[in-house]
């Protein structure tokens, strides 16, 4: 039969067929479904969109002729939020499998029921990662074999039921394959509830029935499975196919009311009149520089490698002129540099490979390349005594340039902690001579937060007496 005489052809995206799936497989079922729902709620394709991320089961996105994302491993639920924030009005479907959802997206999982948006999230409950050669997942039944756990499943499965209650869920189901009316009914009440929903799809996968010697988990679901209209504690814990199968809704409830959050009000600091430093630009005379500051977070070296790009393009405007800040993840209290490259020519590298000056505020970088201060044998090396273990400089050339500034000690004495970047920074216009004085104040004004100009200032003014 030609697909566009398929009563579903209208949601189908026919240069997609045939499917991917294994004969035997249900999933393509579950897509049916889900078709059959949208089309039940009249729903105009615009108006939905699905989500999903990688897995068998999520492939579905691709099938089906609405928008959608194919996103990543366990993404798909923070992608949906993400759709749903920007457009309130769609009706967004999340669909993958467990050990997309329930797995590797898990927490995911768990955020949505506080976040409380109205997505509906069907988790297709195969057992297992099925895409790659069935590898055991959250809800691996206890002592199946898989791949990767060829002597038996060792951990007891998680129940995604009692999780979705748990994590606020508005609207909670558990449906199988084998129930395709009573998956429609399901699928229908999800979509007209308008908070988190929550299904979950039994299904089976013929490489799980394979591994552990099962002839038909889809006769097993209609055998085990009982449809109930009202519901039980125990009903919860009634989801193995070797014993019971309750199915139903669990709940189907309003969002509760929440309280407007009482934030602190922002205090809205009043910026003071930025003070006014005039400079005159002039030809630098630099033909090619390399400047690396470097610390550790918190200590504003990324500042003050911005005051000192800044000030150099205001000293020359023609100088080309680059800067690479690099900090690990912990950012607070961990290495950090800026790295910047003056030069007469267009700069093709702007990474400082042997610095001409390198201003040190602490020796964790030196520490972690394994002792070595690296700078230029004829360059330059300005160093806060008041932070740095001076015995780093113990092997450096006789050459070298060596100033010692208590930059972090005069920070805290006189102003704050904060500004010992500043006291460096006057230190280093004074007795460099690189960049002229008014030049880096009016970059400092420029970039320092503000209301903390004036404290700026004088603590460069500090270092410059220094
Ligand atoms: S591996 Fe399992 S879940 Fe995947 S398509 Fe085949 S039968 Fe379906």
């Given at each position: ?57 999520s492939r579905i996105a691709g099938y089906l002729n609405l928008d959608g994302i194919h ?189 407007a959050p009482a934030f602190a009000k922002a205090v809205k600091k009043k910026a003071g ?48 002129s680059t800067l690479i800040k690099r900090y690990g993840p912990e950012m607070k209290g ?133």
């Open positions: 039969m030609d697909i566009s005489q398929h009563p579903y052809a209208e949601l189908l995206r026919k240069e997609m067929m045939p499917n991917i799936w294994c004969s035997g497989c249900r999933i393509g079922r579950i897509k049916n479904a889900f078709i059959e729902a949208v089309q039940h709620q009249g729903y105009n394709p615009d108006k939905c969109a699905v989500v999903s991320g990688i897995g068998c089961s996103s990543t491993h366990g993404r798909a639920i923070p992608t949906a939020l993400g759709v749903k924030l920007a457009d309130p009005e769609l009706m967004v479907t999340v669909m993958g499998g467990d050990g997309d959802i329930l797995g590797i997206g898990g927490n995911h999982f768990l955020a949505l029921g506080r976040h409380g948006k109205d997505l509906n999230i069907i988790c297709m409950n195969n057992y297992g990662y099925s895409m790659t050669g069935f590898q055991h997942g959250p809800t691996t039944p206890f002592g199946a074999k898989t791949v990767t756990t060829s002597g038996g499943n060792p951990y007891a499965p998680l129940n995604p039921i009692a999780v979705a209650l748990a994590a606020g869920y508005t609207f909670v189901a558990r449906s199988t394959s084998s129930h395709p009316y009573h998956l429609v009914d399901c699928l229908v009440s999800a979509m007209n509830n308008k908070g988190p929903s929550f299904i979950e799809v039994l299904v089976p996968c013929m490489l799980f029935e394979r591994r552990n010697k099962i002839k038909s988990l889809d006769a097993l679901f209609l055998e085990k499975a009982t449809i109930k209209e009202t519901l039980s504690q125990a009903d919860i814990h009634q989801n193995a196919f070797s014993e019971e199968i309750s199915l139903g809704v669990f709940r189907d409830s309003q969002i509760p009311d929440r309280p009149k930025k003070p006014r430093v005039t400079f005159k630009s002039k030809d630098s005379g630099i033909d090619y520089m390399q400047i690396r500051m470097e610390g550790t977070g918190g200590q504003g070296i990324v500042q003050g490698g911005k005051t000192m790009i800044n000030a150099a393009m205001n000293m020359d405007p023609k100088l080309n961990g290495s950090c540099l800026t790295d910047i490259v003056l030069s007469s020519q267009p700069v093709d590298y702007p990474f400082v490979e042997i610095p001409d000056l390198l201003i040190m505020m602490s020796g964790l970088i030196t520490k972690e390349r394994g002792g070595k201060v690296i700078v230029n044998e004829n360059g330059t090396v300005v160093i806060d005594e008041s932070t740095v273990d001076l015995s780093l400089l113990d092997d450096l050339a006789d050459t070298v340039k060596i100033f010692k500034v208590p930059a972090t000690q005069i920070a805290r004495e006189n102003f704050r902690v904060v500004v010992a970047n500043n006291v460096m920074m006057g230190f280093v216009c004074k007795t460099t001579s690189i960049i002229d004085k008014n030049c880096i104040k009016a970059a400092i004004v420029k970039s320092a937060p503000p209301g903390t100009e004036e404290m700026n200032l004088a603590a460069f003014e500090k270092g410059y007496e220094l």
